[in-house]
Structure formats: C-alpha cells, structure tokens
C-alpha cells in the first residue's frame, strides 16, 4: 500500500521520490537496485524473461493499482505476442515439412500403365438386357504416340485451352491453387488445374474436390516436374486424356472427329476443337458447346501469338465427321447412347472413369416402346417435307424410368427434346387449371369465354381471342371443363390473372418443369420474364419456352396421380465382375401439396377433365383410358402455326410429341400444303405409338376422381358423321372453307343444340394458343353457374 512519501519497499518505509514517468526501481531487490543502470538496451529490457520472477503477485500488492494494472497488461501483451510467434511459425513450417513427407510418398504415375487402362470396354444395355450398343476404342491405345510424332497445332492447342504456363511452372500454378481453395471454402467449385494435374487426378482417379486432394494432386505434379522433362509429361497427358466421343488419347480423337489417321494433318482449328473438349468431354454430342469451346481456344491462341489474328478471322469452324455406327446403333437412337453418357458424367461414372475399369449400364429404355415410337415417327412423317422436324419421348410414371426417345431422325445433329426451347402452346393450360385446384376452384366452375376479351396488358387489337370457330355452349358461362375441351383461350388467361401467373409457373415447377435449364453453355430461366420478374399472363396458354422433354416429365406427374418422378435414364452400372458400383435411387415428392392426399386430388381432377380430350382420330385403340392436350404456337404477325404439340398418358406410360422447324418464321404444312394443328400429324404420331407401345397390356381405367370445388361430370355425347358436300371435307387435314360446315345434334329432355363439330385441322386458326377445339366437343345443356 502507498504512503504520503510514494509507495513502499517490500521491506517497508516509504520509497524515494519519483520524477513522472520514471520506473519504481525501489520496488527490485536490493541486488539490482545497487546496480547501476547500464543504457536502455534490447538485452535489459524490463519485459525480458529473466525480470519475470520479480513482478509476481506479492509485489503487486505493494503497487498502486494503476502500476498493478500496467504489469498485468505487459505480461498479457508478452504472452499473446509470443503464442504469435510460434503460431506464425508453425504456419510458416508446417507446409513445408507437410509438403516433404508427402513429396516422399506419393507415386508418380507411369504413362504405359495410365495408357494401358483405357481400352477397357463398356457395354450398354436395353431394360430387358439386350444389348444397345458398346463403347470401346477403335483403335488400341497401347502404341504411345511419341514428342516427335505431335505436330505443333496439338501442342499449342492444348497448352492455350488447359496451361499457357505449362513450360515454365514447376507443375501447379499457386494462384489457381489458392482460388480453388477459396471457392472450396465458400462450398463452391473450381478448376484451376494446369496439365500435370489434370494427368495426376486422371492417373490417381481422385477427382473430389476436397483441399486435401488438390494438396496431394500438386504434390505429385511437382514431384513429376523435378523427375521428368516438360516433353514428355505432355506426350503422357496427350497420349492418356480423354477427349469424348469414346476417344482416349490424340491419336484416337484425330480420328473419331475428324477421320484423321496421321496426326500431322491436324490443323490448328482442328486442334482448338479437339484441346475445347477436354474440359467436358462428356458434351461432345451437343453442337454449341463445340463451337463454343472451340472459339474460346482459338481465342486462346491468338492471345498467346500461336496463331495469327487473320488465320483466326479466316478459319470457319471444323465440323467433325458424323460418328461411326456402333455395334448397330445409329439413327435417332444415337440421341439414346448421349443421354445415357451425359447421365453417367452427372453421377461420377462417366466414359473416361468406367473406361479404366470395363463395366456395364443397364439403361430404362425399352425395346418393344422405342420400336414403336421410331415406327410411329416415320410412318407419319414419311413423305412430308424434310424442313420439319419432330421429337418425342415416353417415360414410366410411375418409376420416372425413360421407355422411349426420339430426338431427331440422324442422331448426329441437334436433339430437339433437350436441346431446344419451344413455346407449349395449349398444351400448357392444365397448369392454369392446377394453379384453380390448389384454391379450391373445379372443373364446374364458370367462367366468361366470349371472345375477345381485354385484360391489363391485352387491349384492344391486342385483346385476347379464342379461335375462329371455337365458343363455348354458353360463352358467358364457360365452365373449366368445356373451356379445356374446347381450348377456350380466354377462359385460361382470365384464371391465370385471377390466380396469379406465378402460381400457374409454380404449378408447373412442382410437376416437373425445371427452374432453369442449360443448353451448350447458356443456362436459362423458365417461365420467367427478363430479370427474373414475374411471368404475365401469356403463360396460361404456353407463350414461355420449355424443353419438349420436360412436357413429358409434368404429364407423367398427372398420370402418376400427383407424384413427380425425376426422370432417369441409367437404372444400373456394374463393374467388370458384375457388381453393381451404382443402382438407381427413385427422386420422387408429392408434387402439387406437400400432403400426398391432396396431391392425388389435384391430379385426379385434372385427369378427369383431359380425358375428354384425346377422342375420334387420336383416341387410343380399344377404348382405352387415356387422357392428354394438344398445343400449337401461333407464327408471329399471323394466324397460322408455328409449332405442334400432342402430350398426353395413360395410368401406366406418359409421351409428347412436339413438330416444328428450325429454318426461321415459317408456317407448318403438311404433304399436302395444309396447315398442321396438334392433333394432326403431333397427334397421330402419338396415337400410333402409345398404341403400339401398349399393345396386348392390362387396360387399366384411371381413377374417378374426388371433386373439387364446383364439380362437373363429363356429359357423354351422341354423335352422328358429319354430312359432306365435297371430297376435300373427309380429309382430315384440310383448311377451313366458307361453306357451313355440318352439324352434330345432341336432344336433352330440357334443350336441343346444334354445335359446330369441325375436328382440327378444319377449324381456323387462332391468334394464339392452341387453335382447334375437340373432335368431340362437348353440346348441350347449359353451363353449370360458378
């Protein structure tokens, strides 16, 4: 405790005076207070370990508690700079020592072994265990290519696209390294790996990304850098990489892409092709993702002086020789084998991996149902002209498992069921009706179907109009029922308003419309406007893209009474010894609530109401239960149809068929210069091969629904054959004319009606939506009020 005289010694009595700021040198013991104080040197400095004894708590309590509080901190201070110091180091050390041990250990590979292992053949199998085809190289790779033996384009190529440093750097660039981990760390992904890595991690088969991985990855490059020349690490690499279209190593790629036996007449185009596909060799059957790997090394290479500015400007792109016919397969069934390799990529066992090992992939395709859609296609569309294009696939509702695809007739061009967007068109409105259910509205609610109509947005010429020809029985009290039989476009615009637009989109989200969809490199939002906002209401009668694929992944969810199944291609992948490395697990959710009873309701509902639908020529064999809606988009600035739809199912299989063309603004005809609406060539397609595909199965019945909302029953029809005048009205693809057509009479007890029964395409195009009303359209009675 301090006195009057300044603070004490420890043996007691007051202390001599102090100036300000001067240390409490009485408070030492008498052994340093006799020693004369020596200059202020780093060596003697108060705060030095050997001072520490002396400022231990029993001489704090001789200090004022100012002081005791100062040497407190310095002692806190001391230990905090300390724990610091030997933190840095160990941060500064513990890599370097990490990175020894592991320069000790790892093996670098051998590049007669790593090229050994890709000849391993895979083969590819039907759902029944056929055989489809068999992925192997024609060429073994076992004879290396040597350094001298690669012509300069190749190199210049692939150290542009994959390291323009490779010739310089000691085997990993720290920079993409220290991005990687960053990315890692935000649960991002990243690539950054120069040549020896990419030949590490392929050699290795570790392709997590995980920090540990890439540590060990550049470890093994560095090590493979100080132990072999820079030429023959990347005669390793070239002689080893895969390339796509079943090419491991240059050699072979040279000659699946562009039938090139001698590698030195490989051109650097050709070369910028072949080096752009390394980074996902897996997207070598999709056409922009080629042209735009291909000019982004082109690109590459100029900046980097390995070719000239007007070689790049001259140079068209190098379109590679169609792929040679494997075991059979060719066709549209080529489309099939793609799907099937770029399923395989998304669950890690692609070509390149499942090469090294040999295998088996049992796929979902069923022989007997793809026979019948490829039968379906060309008996349809034999004889019409080549500028139209169609696709069509057929997938299990009940499993998500894929049966049927058709993606173009040569299987070496653009798949048109995922590789292109197209406006739905009608066939889109059971969304609309969804979005009614989900709010308690049914088939039996009524609504105002007069035409035209103006809505926010839709005003005068701009109203929105049904097609000429189509009217309800009632057109100011439509119900939903008649409205979706009829194609009533007014009815479905006024419920998407009523509802919301967005929630017709949700609708059709949760039934199996992706969000967002990436084709080549561009990815894609869906049913939205620009920026995200929300759609208008064009969406109720299917004015926003979606891939024809999908239609008939959102119509599956219906048959399978309101249960959405991720779709899928692969069921099962064994290995060389027949154990399986991967099976199927089924991705599956209640789609329309998350309470699997009020999903099926909806679904139910909505089946009910399309089963009245596919009738007359489009009607499936037998009386079979079968439900669906066709679609068409208008051509922009007329009346007449750009594109065609028929999409439809049955409790057990669900398909789409789509018709369009890919030359510009062009109007659909047929052979015979008529236009095409969706039940026509779309809808005999469909018919043709859901009948074919279900022949000699169980005829099962859907289920009757339990209502919702104001319900409605289907009114049966009595019909009679339309009288004619001329020959060109039995032709069921002729346009229509200005003569009456004939009428169909249905008597109730209460009223007698006559309707126009005109089935597409004799009914006049709309302005948009779908054009045609019903073969069978519904007539009598008056429209049950809402």
Same mark, same amino acid.
């Given at each position: 405790m301090a006195g009057p005289g300044g603070p004490r010694r420890p043996g007691g009595g007051p202390g001599p005076e102090r100036r300000p700021g001067e240390e409490p040198t009485d408070l030492l013991p008498p052994v340093y207070q006799s020693t004369p104080r020596e200059p202020e040197l780093l060596t003697h400095r108060e705060d030095e370990v050997e001072l520490e004894p002396f400022y231990d708590d029993e001489y704090d309590e001789e200090l004022t508690e100012e002081e005791a509080r100062a040497v407190r901190r310095k002692k806190i201070w001391r230990r905090v700079r300390r724990t610091t110091y030997v933190a840095f180091g160990l941060m500064l050390v513990a890599p370097v020592v990490a990175f020894a041990i592991a320069y000790q250990v790892v093996e670098v590979p051998n590049p007669e072994v790593e090229a050994a292992k890709q000849d391993k053949a895979i083969t590819i199998l039907y759902s029944d265990g056929s055989p489809m085809t068999k992925i192997a190289q024609a060429e073994g790779n076992r004879t290396l290519?040597?350094?001298?033996?690669?012509?300069?384009?190749?190199?210049?190529?692939?150290?542009?696209?994959?390291?323009?440093?490779?010739?310089?750097n000691v085997g990993f660039d720290l920079t993409a390294i220290a991005r990687a981990g960053w990315y890692q760390l935000k649960g991002e992904q990243s690539g950054g790996s120069g040549l020896t890595q990419q030949y590490v991690k392929a050699a290795t088969e570790q392709d997590g990304m995980t920090l540990s991985r890439k540590f060990t990855e550049a470890v093994t490059a560095y090590k493979m850098s100080q132990q072999q020349d820079k030429k023959d690490i990347l005669t390793a690499y070239l002689n080893t990489v895969y390339f796509g279209k079943g090419a491991s190593g240059i050699k072979t790629a040279a000659k699946a892409y562009f039938g090139h036996d001698d590698l030195k007449n490989l051109t650097h185009s050709q070369? @910028?092709? =072949? &080096? /752009?596909?390394?980074?996902?060799?897996?997207?070598?059957?999709?056409?922009?993702?080629?042209?735009?790997? %291909?000019?982004?090394?082109?690109?590459?290479?100029?900046?980097?002086?390995?070719?000239?500015?007007?070689?790049?400007?001259?140079?068209?792109?190098?379109?590679?020789?169609?792929?040679?016919?494997? @075991?059979? =397969? &060719? /066709?549209?069934?080529?489309?099939?084998?793609?799907?099937?390799?770029?399923?395989?990529?998304?669950?890690? %066992?692609?070509?390149?991996?499942?090469?090294?090992?040999?295998?088996?992939?049992?796929?979902?395709?069923d022989p007997p149902m793809q026979a019948a859609a490829e039968a379906a296609v060309d008996d349809v569309m034999k004889g019409q002209d080549p500028i139209l294009k169609t696709s069509m696939s057929a997938i299990d509702p009940n499993t998500g498992a894929v049966k049927a695809y058709w993606g173009s007739a040569t299987g070496d061009g653009l798949d048109y069921q995922t590789g292109v967007l197209q406006e739905p068109g009608s066939s889109f409105k059971p969304f609309d009706f969804v979005a009614a259910l989900k709010q308690g509205e049914g088939a039996g609610e009524a609504y105002d179907g007069s035409s035209p109509r103006e809505f926010p947005g839709r005003m005068g010429n701009n109203a929105v109009r049904n097609s000429p020809g189509v009217a309800c029985n009632t057109p100011k009290r439509c119900s939903v029922r008649e409205a979706m039989v009829k194609s009533v476009n007014t009815v479905f615009f006024d419920m998407a308003l009523k509802f919301g637009t967005n929630k017709v989109a949700e609708a059709a989200f949760a039934a199996g419309i992706p969000k967002e969809v990436t084709i080549g490199d561009k990815t894609t939002q869906l049913l939205v406007d620009e920026g995200g906002a929300q759609p208008n209401g064009n969406i109720s009668i299917g004015g926003y893209l979606v891939r024809p694929f999908d239609i008939t992944s959102a119509y599956a969810t219906f048959a399978a009474r309101g249960v959405y199944h991720k779709p899928f291609f692969v069921s099962k992948i064994t290995n060389a010894e027949n154990v399986a490395i991967y099976h199927h697990i089924d991705e599956t959710r209640p789609a329309f609530d998350d309470d699997p009873t009020k999903s099926q309701d909806i679904a139910d509902n909505v089946t009910d109401v399309l089963k009245g639908i596919p009738k007359g020529a489009i009607a499936c064999a037998g009386g079979r239960d079968c439900a669906g809606k066709t679609g068409t988009h208008e051509l922009q600035g007329t009346s007449r149809n750009a594109k065609a739809w028929m999409a439809g199912y049955t409790p057990t299989l669900a398909a789409s068929v789509w018709i369009g063309t890919d030359a510009g603004n062009i109007a659909l005809v047929n052979a015979a210069g008529k236009d095409i609406y969706g039940s026509g060539l779309p809808g005999e397609i469909w018919k043709k091969f859901m009948d074919g595909a279900l022949n000699g199965t169980a005829m099962e019945k859907f289920p009757k629904p339990k209502p919702i909302g104001q319900f409605e029953e289907p009114k049966p029809l009595t019909t009679t054959p339309p009288t004619t005048t001329s020959e060109k009205t039995k032709e069921s693809d002729k346009k229509p004319t200005t003569t009456e057509p004939a009428t169909t009479t249905r008597t109730t007890p209460t009223t007698t009606r006559s309707t126009n029964p005109c089935r597409p395409p004799l009914c006049a195009p709309t302005t948009t939506g779908e054009p045609e009303p019903s073969s069978d359209p519904i007539v009598g009675g008056t429209a049950p009020t809402g």
């Open positions: 290519v040597k350094y001298e033996d690669l012509p300069q384009s190749i190199k210049d190529a692939v150290m542009a696209a994959e390291d323009p440093t490779f010739m310089t070369a @910028a092709l =072949l &080096a /752009g596909m390394i980074q996902n060799p897996g997207r070598d059957w999709q056409p922009a993702y080629l042209l735009e790997r %291909w000019n982004y090394v082109m690109d590459q290479m100029v900046e980097h002086k390995m070719i000239e500015p007007a070689y790049r400007a001259s140079e068209p792109f190098p379109e590679p020789v169609p792929d040679a016919e494997q @075991a059979g =397969l &060719a /066709g549209p069934r080529l489309h099939i084998l793609q799907q099937v390799k770029q399923e395989m990529s998304e669950l890690q %066992w692609g070509v390149d991996r499942l090469k090294k090992i040999g295998g088996t992939v049992h796929t979902t395709i």
